[in-house]
């Protein structure tokens, strides 16, 4: 059975750093592409970063270039999203998602280029 699970979200004071995994079961991870998403109350979800099968490629919507790397551990079926200078806007559930022929290059696509999401994590971020 397919299935993505996130963890290592929580509460952070602005400035500081967290780390989400995303651990993967029932599919061949370095098959495929990775996003993180993120929706914030109110708001519609949005791409956040996104890694090719091999890793070789990733991509950053321009709100978290330079703040935030995402990586691969395809022998631990797990994609890792580091977060580093979090500011209060950050604040949102973060989700990973398999993409289906999606190739990630630079881009991270839209929800419709993924097809199976995680339950999602809750970053909070206070001023």
């Known amino acids: 059975q397919l299935q993505l699970v996130e963890s290592g979200g929580g509460l952070v004071q602005s400035g500081g750093s967290l780390r989400l995994s995303c651990t993967v079961s029932?599919?061949?991870?370095?098959?495929?592409?990775i996003g993180w998403f993120r929706q914030a109350p109110g708001k519609e979800r949005e791409g956040v970063s996104c890694t090719s099968g091999s890793g070789g490629s990733t991509g950053y919507a321009d709100s978290v270039k330079g703040r935030f790397t995402i990586s691969r551990d395809n022998a631990k079926n797990t994609v890792y999203l580091q977060m580093n200078s979090l500011k209060p806007e950050d604040t949102a559930v973060y989700y990973c998602?398999?993409?289906?022929?999606?190739?990630?290059?630079?881009?991270?696509?839209?929800?419709?280029?993924?097809?199976?999401w995680g339950q999602g994590a809750q970053v909070t971020v206070s001023s």
């Open positions: 998602a398999r993409a289906g022929f999606y190739y990630c290059l630079g881009s991270v696509g839209t929800e419709n280029d993924y097809y199976s």
């Open positions: 029932g599919f061949t991870l370095k098959s495929y592409t």
